[in-house]
């Protein structure tokens, strides 16, 4: 498996944590190597370094295996990863509620998140649609 920059592996190192209930920790990462694990006693951890002329990040091993208890406070379910999650849902429909958003979240991913977070996400994501909108009068 194979990552285009740092950007893309730590989103898809976010998205594995936040979908499957872990605590991911990062305990080495520079600019040529990146070994990320979970709990204490957990078996699982993954490994990756660049490769090329092209800084791109690939995966050397993986330990896909979890024997610990899903976490439901996860700090990696930040503002810009919830954005990200429910941007098209947002521009859809405006008027979603940020206690919809709270709700969701709780449901559909099992992680608690606080109504002020939820209210940072949507803020980002209007704020985003209002420059779009903005740019696209411009031209």
């Known amino acids: 498996m194979t990552f285009e920059d740092t950007k893309e592996l730590k989103r898809a190192i976010d998205k594995y944590t936040i979908t499957l209930g872990v605590n991911l920790k990062t305990v080495r990462s520079d600019k040529k190597t ?8 957990c078996p699982f ?5 660049t490769y ?5 990040w690939q995966v050397k091993s993986l330990a896909y295996e979890h024997i610990c208890v899903c976490v439901h406070k996860n700090p990696r379910a930040f503002t810009m990863w919830l954005a990200e999650y429910f941007k098209e849902k ?8 940020t206690k919809e958003m709270k709700n969701e979240v709780q449901r ?7 109504v002020h977070k939820c209210k940072r996400t949507k803020k980002k994501i209007m704020e985003e649609m209002e420059a779009i909108s903005r740019m696209n009068l411009e031209s």
Not at 52 to 56: H, T
Not at 90 to 97: D, G, L, M, R, Y
């Open 34 to 41: 990146c070994k990320v694990l979970c709990e204490d006693g």
């Open 45 to 49: 951890s993954l490994y990756t370094s």
């Open 52 to 56: 090329g002329l092209s800084m791109g």
């Open 90 to 97: 947002v521009q859809e429909a405006p008027q979603f509620k």
């Open 108 to 114: 559909d991913l099992k992680v608690c998140v606080s």
